[in-house]
């Protein structure tokens, strides 16, 4: 990777190239009275690791049962 590569190069992601199964929680926890998450995920056009932090707006009931099921991701 170029110098000028990675000075210009921000990180633009879409969910298109993204996979849970590349996807590590690094924490949850509360900040400025809501729920946070951060996640690292592999960015796909330079393979650098990067950490997404997300605020949890909404939350509802599932029927997912833990752990996934390693089949889920195959």
């Known amino acids: 990777m170029t110098y000028d590569y990675a000075r210009d190069h921000e990180h633009e992601l879409s969910a298109e190239y993204l996979y849970a199964s590349d996807a ?6 509360d900040a400025d009275d809501s729920l946070q998450v951060d996640v690292a995920v592999i960015c796909p056009e330079c393979s650098e690791t990067l950490r997404l932090e997300a605020t949890v707006d909404k939350v509802t009931s599932s029927g997912t049962e833990l752990p996934l099921d390693e089949d889920y991701y195959d």
Do not use: K, M, N, S
């Not at 590590?24 to 926890?29: H, K, M, S």
């Open 24 to 29: 590590e929680v690094l924490g949850i926890y």
